[in-house]
């Protein structure tokens, strides 16, 4: 079964800091990565994903995550924080070898960047 | 259309009310996908269609909840008899593919809020 364990509720960051909103995943095999972001009653927005080749995306608004296969994790990471990235952030895989295609989602961490 | 569309926005049922909740996906997209979300959680997972093909419906908690996309473009879904633990946002998403490989991005709608008293 594929999971993902978001293990921060929230992550507070000064305007300007770098921010990192971490994820570790469980799968099977290869995992197929991805990052949403969700605003009040607004649904979820793709920020990145990773499927395969270079282990840095890079995704709107600035965001980037590094895959690491060794530590199954999948962080999610700014240099520069603004006021307007906080929101509820998701981190989700997929097992591409289930057909199901089902995308599993983490519990979500609050990112709150103060001015 | 150019974005998923969800409706209603808000609903509130009295335990016990069937109610119907309604996709608009993205034309020609091939997968669909329901998803709940309750509050302070992450979405999970309740069924997939791939056209008018319900391909995986292991989410659904209960009978009480059915899905259908009879046409492969619209999907209802339906829950009935409704319980307060069924209060939750309901989310649907839509994707290009068709071909299972699963590494295409899913635009989610707006969701539709169900509150059972």
């Known amino acids: 079964a594929q999971s993902v364990a978001q293990p921060e509720d929230q992550v507070n960051v000064a305007e300007g800091n770098p921010l990192t909103v971490k994820c570790t995943y469980s799968v099977s095999g290869n995992p197929y990565l991805f990052w949403y972001v969700q605003y009040p009653n607004r649904g979820l927005q793709f920020l990145l994903k990773?499927?395969?080749?270079?282990?840095l995306v890079k995704g709107s608004y600035g965001f980037e995550a590094e895959f690491n296969k060794s530590q199954t994790s999948f962080h999610l990471k700014k240099p520069s924080a603004l006021v307007s990235d906080s929101a509820l952030y998701f981190c989700a895989v997929r097992d591409p070898k289930n057909a199901g295609n089902m995308l599993t989602f983490g519990g979500g961490t609050r990112l709150m960047v103060k001015p | 259309g150019a974005g998923v569309s969800q409706s209603p926005r808000y609903k509130v049922a009295k335990r016990g009310q069937d109610v119907a909740l309604r996709c608009d996906p993205i034309?020609?997209?091939?997968?669909l996908f329901w998803y709940q979300q309750a509050l302070g959680q992450g979405p999970e997972f309740l069924t997939y269609?791939?056209?008018?093909?319900?391909?995986?419906k292991s989410g659904l908690p209960s009978d009480r909840f059915f899905a259908e996309r009879p046409e492969g473009s619209v999907s209802t879904l339906k829950i009935q008899r409704t319980q307060q633990e069924d209060s939750a946002v309901y989310l649907c998403?839509?994707?290009?593919?068709?071909?299972?490989?699963?590494?295409?991005?899913?635009?989610f709608g707006a969701g539709s809020r169900l509150t059972v008293l």
């Open positions: 034309s020609g997209h091939v997968s």
């Open positions: 990773y499927i395969t080749g270079d282990n």
């Open positions: 998403a839509s994707s290009l593919d068709g071909d299972g490989s699963g590494a295409n991005v899913l635009t």
């Open positions: 269609f791939q056209n008018e093909a319900q391909l995986d």
